[in-house]
Nanobody, 123 residues
């Protein structure tokens, strides 16, 4: 059983918005840092945003700062990524992750991953 499952991806025009969700099942991640990464076509997986276990600290990649917002609801075991003013370069498979260490931008900090959801932004 995959412990994390993303949803909310789709096709949107440039300038549009989407909200991704990542639901956990089988275990709680309320004390874990949570993060979003993405993998554009033909490129490596890259950091997007991360949030601490209590939601008090968050970090963003420069490319999404001011447009994306990460949030979490520990009662529901869900993390969100609100994306506004989307650009064609945001097109990627978006993955959520969870890790027991503090919020970090490196993939190695996260032990659990979802299978990804496709976001496509048309120009």
């Amino acid at each position: 059983q995959v412990p994390l499952e993303e949803s909310g991806g789709g096709l949107v025009q440039a300038g549009g918005s989407l909200r991704l969700s990542c639901a956990a099942s089988g275990r709680t991640f309320s004390t874990y840092a949570r993060a979003w990464f993405r993998q554009p076509p033909g490129k490596e997986r890259e950091f997007v945003a991360t949030i601490s276990w209590n939601g008090e600290t968050s970090y963003y990649a420069d490319s999404v700062e001011g447009r994306f917002t990460i949030s979490r609801d520990n009662a529901k075991n869900i993390v969100y990524l609100q994306m506004i003013n989307l650009k064609p370069e945001d097109t990627a498979i978006y993955y959520c992750a969870a890790g027991p260490r503090g919020p970090a931008s490196g993939k190695a900090a996260y032990d659990y991953w979802g299978q990804g959801t496709q976001v496509t932004v048309s120009s």
